[in-house]
């Protein structure tokens, strides 16, 4: 596990540069996109706020993203907020839900229109740093709803994108807790598939070196269990060996995730953070990014393959074979070499092809084929209502029968 509290040189000197890393022989920008997720009030409006007031301190404004519709006040004002795209009181009203289900239909709605709001993040990639999205207080809503999926992997695709996952660290220091809380953050890292840093936060309550130790040191933990659980007997409850086999299961997602101690009240720990999203910007670059042009090449091959299949189902409907379908439009076959329908050549469009294929036949060919069009039409009709017995109506001042009394005959119709 790193835990990049103490600023290098180097990272310092990345921070200053901040992640504005122009591309070989370009000057595009990229900004990375810190996505702040974490349990209701574990202080995520706090830690953006105070991400806002050190950014704008370093001169590097950066742009915003409210994801949250029922937050009721925000300390700091967002370039993109969903409250003024979609009222969620007004979503649980029309569609008579309670909060949560407000919140997510809010949020669903929202995501339709997330192309858009992608189109005005990418206009403003080259000016800004960082982007920073807040989410809703109710975690699941984002992390385990589909809006959540395709919001993230819509951005993430698009930028550097790493997820900030905020813990409230004074209310963590129960070992059971703190697994649950452990346990959640994985299952994030697997539903987003991102580089993760774990945000301890209100480190001027309760300093987050308890956490670094129990994700260091197995025993450190089991030492913790022992402390905390043990039956009126002296043994361990099976909650507490549980726990043991967990931080043992853990282990490698320790290894791999980089935790820092923030107080977003009074704005310790900062530069570590930039730090560690200076690292995850990196490891975005190097794992992630390749990963996910696979998958979108994969997506894009699967939709080519269903629409090829969609096609050939479609010819085969049709009774048409892929390698006739180019060569017979023209010449006017009859049945599987026929691509307008096993109809006679004379009711087809390709009756308006010369014989070479190619070439449309002249106007005045074109205007006798209508003529004889027309009257062939005339003639049916004529020939239907006499069959049916019916009278034509009086239309226009025109005669009610034609030149044989009206039964069988053609009459001039009107236009
Ligand atoms: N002491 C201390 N309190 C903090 C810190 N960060 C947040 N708080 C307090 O924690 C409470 C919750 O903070 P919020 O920022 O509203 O938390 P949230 O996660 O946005 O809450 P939801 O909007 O419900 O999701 C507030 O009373 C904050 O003042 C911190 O670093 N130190």
Excluded at 71 to 83: G, L, Q
Excluded at 90 to 95: A, D, I, L, N, P
Excluded at 228 to 250: A, F, I, K, Q
Aim: net charge negative; with cysteine; glycine share 8%.
């Amino acid at each position: 596990m790193t835990e990049p509290t103490q600023p290098t040189p180097a990272a310092s000197q990345a921070e200053s540069s901040t992640a504005t890393q122009t591309e070989a022989g370009g000057s595009k920008k990229q900004p990375v996109v810190i996505i702040c997720i974490g349990m209701a009030g574990s202080g995520k409006t706090t830690f953006m706020q105070r991400l806002n007031s050190h950014l704008h301190s370093r001169n590097t404004p950066p742009y915003i993203l409210n994801l949250d519709p029922a937050v009721s006040h925000m300390p700091y004002s967002a370039n993109i907020d969903i409250r003024d795209t979609v009222d969620y009181k007004e979503v649980m009203k029309q569609y008579n839900l309670g909060p949560n289900g407000g919140i997510l239909t809010a949020l669903n709605l929202f995501t339709t229109k997330f192309d858009q709001v992608l189109g005005y993040v990418e206009k403003r990639a080259e000016d800004v740093d960082y982007i920073l999205v807040d989410t809703p207080g109710q975690i699941e809503i984002f992390t385990w709803s589909a809006s959540g999926a395709i919001i993230t992997d819509a951005i993430a695709s698009s930028l550097p994108t790493v997820v900030a996952y905020v813990v409230d660290t004074p209310r963590t220091t129960a070992p059971a807790t703190f697994m649950s809380n452990m346990l959640y953050a994985c299952s994030i890292l697997y539903k987003t598939r991102l580089p993760f840093i774990i945000v301890f936060n209100k480190t001027d309550i309760q300093p987050h070196d308890f956490a670094i130790d129990w994700m260091k040191d197995f025993e450190a933990y089991q030492a913790a269990l022992n402390d905390s659980g043990r039956n009126e007997h002296g043994e361990t409850s099976y909650m507490n060996s549980l726990m043991s086999s967990m931080c043992l299961v853990l282990e490698e997602f320790y290894n791999n995730l980089r935790a820092v101690g923030v107080s977003a009240m009074t704005g310790e720990g900062m530069r570590g953070f930039f730090d560690a999203v200076e690292e995850a910007r990196k490891e975005y670059e190097s794992d992630y990014k390749p990963e996910l042009d696979r998958l979108a090449s994969e997506r894009a091959a699967k939709t080519e393959a269903d629409k090829k299949a969609q096609l050939e189902r479609l010819m085969k409907d049709m009774n048409v074979s892929d390698s006739s379908a180019g060569s017979s439009r023209r010449r006017g076959g009859a049945g599987g070499d026929n691509p307008f329908g096993p109809y006679p050549v004379n009711e087809r469009e390709d009756r308006y092809y010369d014989e070479e294929g190619d070439e449309e036949v002249d106007e005045e060919e074109q205007d006798a084929i209508r003529r004889q069009e027309e009257e062939e039409e005339e003639a049916a009709h004529a020939e239907e209502l006499g069959a049916l017995d019916v009278d034509e109506p009086e239309i226009g001042g025109m005669p009610r029968s034609g030149p044989n009394g009206g039964r069988g005959a053609a009459w001039p119709r009107p236009v």
